[in-house]
């Protein structure tokens, strides 16, 4: 066995989604994490690497370096994982390519549409493995619910309704010197989209995974409940889409009694769906006239795909990190592919790609447009 | 005892609002049904009479007849209810005051403004008592959401979400002789309003109700999914309040899996509230920073309202009835105080009044200027 | 219409179960209360039946006046309804029957085996009419479940789990003024079983309602959690009934957070059922090896039986007076039978007839000789 | 960073509970795998080995040949990770500890009190970590649930009601090739109990350890519903407790419906818990008189131990192999103790020891006992 070796950019100690991608990557032993820039504080940076069990030679002050250096490496890094702040993003990602590197990358994937785009270019001329860690579709059920629409088990789509409720950020909590806030709510280091970028795309993502439907138009009303931020902290916004359906989609990051609410239905002229992402392990399916169904993970008449997602037998529950973990086994697939010279690409999976990284920009960017001119229809190419 | 004597237009065999109403008013034995016009055709009447126990002298043709003959009879009607479809509301309601009988009226309470405008005149003039059955305000705990909500428990309102999904329409139930469906999908019965006027009413009185906020604008976005369809089966709509907050209403009766799914989500700066009207006997409640407490019906930590708005003891469920009989026991407790030479007035007390009425026609008559402009911002005096 | 004339024994002022009675009674209208010894003490009983709109005429200060007067009367009452503390029921019975009135009794039927043969023999003898509130055999879904276990959809019955859970006995009431605790704790009054009788029966006869299987043999062990208290306040019991399902009843007074929470659960070797009383609109069907269906009350794929047993569409919520009034409601059709000179029996219907009171009693009197013998197996003829 | 070495004994290919092993002992990165006898098939065994990255000259054919030469090692193992059927535990745990090796077992431990009671003799004298995989100790809801009954939260204890259904027994799925239904219903290898060994000693370890009392004394009913099959597949068990609290425990194979409903439910005089294992992440809290709580894994009110449990924040699940996962990263840190030559015994930790598997032995006896006497009660010492 031959582990893929990473390199994490961004991630180090108190991180929280840094965390989340190592461990798993860890889950099916498919990966070693072999370098880090961890983080721009050097001596924070090597502390992390040894907590990490990185070789301290490995860790790097900085990505240019690290990128510079793992690429003369016969044992360099073959995936770097970008887990900074967004408007890193692009430059990190970049530096990669150049380099004959993998890239997986958080969500948002940069800043404006332009980068957006200008990445895509990059990516696609690069001809290297790509991809955004739009997490929640890695869930088996969620597969499960967007096999069950690709097959007509719910007729035509009349409606898709998402919503993503936090409350972590009701109050300032930028201002009391939690990290994971203070960028999250600084428009320099986020982007254009507060709880927009950090959920919001997220719960557009999700919506459109499931419903093989695009978003046309959109009409946004944003909202900054809490004093002296400036990045909206709740949005709500209708949906028409490409197939024909309508929608909304709610992101707040002030609803209080919400953890981590991402919820999604969706509404045929046969049946209907119903999946939360707190209660992941069941899937509501409603045909038309008949008794409401439950189904569950890994549980009776699922389709192969969602199964084939599952680790654990029904009833023994699976969490975040696995649905998370899918997408990295699946990236793993499509490297060991491209190592025996097969020409895989991540649009030949379920993973997010960089063009889903690209939508989610131009989702963000239509949202504030609509918003800032009152709240009016703003069409998504 | 001296029971309260009720005429009813509209309700006869096979009708479902007319037979809750009944129901309603003999749960706490204050009333008892003498007259009726249940019916235009006069056989149908007078065998819907014979059914409910009603001296067949007292059955008549007419609303007018009704009217005329009742309000001569020493022993005549107290109290109209009026259950028919939409459109003949208003007729019946101006000769019901002119006849000095006090009404109680089903929703929407007429199909245009202008006749509501009216309306609210008469029964002002008249000083008769008048009560519009948005009966889901009748609820212990809808209740006890308002009281919290005025006590500040939530602190200052940001976020209100009130849905309410359904599915009987989400076939042309219209075509397969369903006369429910027939009159609610005819314009000319129903009014302007599809799902907006039969649900959407209902779920923006409630969004009142308990935020004591008012709509002061909103957008809408209508479908007709339904083929042959003219009036609207699902309402999308963004809404503004008076007090700040932001919100939104979904109204659809072809959301296929929800048979009446009303809920109510209220977010505060200090908690939030949940309340779905299919589990009636329970409320959620989410102060910041401490874990979620669910209030049941009659249970621990209850407003006096709320407590007093119960039969049952804790744990043995409350439904649909009671609710709707909590209104009917409230408007006896008015024409007893009446009878009394009391001043009571509607407005007195949480029963719906003419004005809530009106302002129900006024939300439909916004909603569709708002959609027919293609979605834009109406304001709502 | 002719309504059937009720007197009522017991359930005067402050009553919980009486009013109960009253209101299931008044729901369709087939009643009307006439006469009633509301209280041995002849100023409250006088009190009552003015709150209650009964002519004070017939307000009666002792059950055997009663009796004897109303049976003179040509518009005596034709049933009686006993809520009275469960030491009296006997006598009372008794003497309705000699008086040639039908009699709705609540439960437990008497205080010992040989007082529950004798009035099976006297109701035998009579011919009349006598029904046991064993109510929650009431509930439409209940009946939904008993129909599906005999129609065979859950194969050969395995397992038979029913709990009723309660707190209200959590702390020492009884000592605290209140009355309904004073009684139930109090032997003299309330009989050999404390949560064994007020709700060990209910859960036992809703497990042989159900089920279709008999109860064969038990095994008890009865506490008291609550110093100073003789009667049982939890009971846990193993059950082998006669198809050869095995199974178990807890019922307990002292579980703290239980409000009335009475839950039942079949296996089959096909399927499994579960409802909940504080959830009385669903019940969960689970067929072997496929997802989990959720059947509504007046929802999709219901038997005739359950249908019928419903007042309100499908997700308007009906509760436990509805269910308490489905008894009702087929006690006057088996009076209206009788009256009309047809041979009627409550054995014909579903209604818990006195041999249904009388295995409550022996259930209660082999619960307390298995515990009293330090939990040894204990048959049950 | 120093990562401690593993072996394995059983969870070749195919196998459930060796994977979960594994896949746990990734998670915090403490364990690297690096030998194991995979299965007694030396050609399984090799592929295992390659397929898990596993040197193939550490794939040895049988245990006592890996105990040996892994002891001759330098790099030897340090931990053996045993999971095979319940049989062979006994000689394999023996050989470990033989050769200095500390021991992670599956439960239960061994197939007879004999067998457990000498096995835990040779731990305490070989001075030797030892744990026994009662997994479901790890969730953190369940310490916090052990930590708010140890701090008195609900006052002193009444009732312990504790339940483990599932249905994938329910058919005949030994006679179908399924390997794990094959040992489980085989006496030869799993020891006499059936379901009582498989699950129902988990839900028995659950009880003690929330409870913090132990079981004295116990009635049992066992059931083999499967025909054909000799070993029970459901187990209804009266308790009780060294506290004075009464209890009942229900396992069973082929409650048709549940996956793996393992739940607890403990009342006290002040306040109740409930936990599910389906639903891990919610502990529900109910204090006497007042609302419902519900506290989240990581949320808002809980301990530190509990918090500390947790890899991810509140509203992102975690499952089954996190909780798995704290036992094998407190395993961790008491090698690690050891290895700086510190005296940490896994009875200063929260995992289960070779003791609690002792008790697990001995509950399984006195069960079959009881159930063959009759039902009877049985000590427990």
Not at 100 to 120: F, M, N, W, Y
Not at 131 to 139: I, K, W
Not at 266 to 276: C, F, H, I, R
Not at 300 to 309: D, P, T
Request: charged fraction near 25%; charge should be negative.
């Amino acid at each position: 066995m031959n582990r893929i070796r990473l390199g994490m950019i961004g991630g180090g100690q108190g991180a929280f989604i840094g965390n989340v991608h190592r461990m798993a990557s860890r889950l099916d032993d498919r990966y070693e994490l072999v370098a880090g820039a961890f983080s721009s504080d050097s001596s924070r940076c090597i502390e992390s690497a040894r907590e990490l069990g990185v070789d301290t030679a490995r860790a790097y002050a900085d990505y240019q370096t690290m990128a510079q250096r793992e690429a003369a490496r016969e044992d360099g890094i073959e995936v770097a994982v970008i887990v900074t702040p967004n408007h890193l993003h692009f430059d990190i990602a970049r530096t990669m390519l150049s380099a004959g590197i993998h890239v997986i990358c958080d969500k948002p994937l940069v800043t404006s549409v332009e980068d957006a785009v200008q990445l895509e270019a990059l990516v696609h001329t690069s001809g290297l493995l790509f991809a955004v860690t739009y997490n929640y579709s890695g869930y088996p059920l969620v597969r499960q619910a967007r096999e069950m629409v690709a097959a007509g088990e719910l007729g035509t789509l009349r409606l898709v309704q998402v919503e993503y409720p936090q409350d972590w950020l009701a109050t300032k909590a930028e201002a009391q010197g939690l990290k994971q806030a203070e960028w999250r709510t600084d428009p320099a280091r986020a982007g254009m989209g507060g709880s927009l970028g950090d959920i919001g795309t997220h719960a557009f993502h999700l919506a459109e995974f499931v419903s093989g439907q695009q978003v046309t138009s959109l009409l946004a009303e944003l909202d900054c409940f809490v004093e002296g931020r400036t990045l909206d902290d709740n949005a709500q916004i209708l949906l028409r889409y490409s197939g024909g359906a309508k929608g909304s989609l709610w992101a707040s990051q002030v609803a209080i009694g919400h953890e981590n609410g991402l919820r999604l239905r969706v509404y045929g002229d046969k049946a209907s769906l119903e999946w939360q992402q707190e209660d992941p392990n069941q899937l509501i399916f409603q045909p038309l006239g008949e008794p409401r169904r439950v189904l569950t993970r890994a549980g009776a008449g699922l389709y192969r795909l969602s199964a084939e997602s599952s680790r654990l037998p029904a009833g023994h529950p699976e969490g975040f990190l696995e649905g998370f973990a899918n997408l990295y086994r699946e990236f793993a697939d499509c490297v060991e592919a491209r190592r025996a010279g097969k020409d895989r690409h991540i649009t030949d999976t379920l993973i997010p790609a960089v063009g889903d990284g690209v939508k989610g920009v131009r989702f963000i960017e239509a949202a504030v447009t609509s918003a800032r001119a009152g709240g009016v229809w703003q069409s998504l190419r």
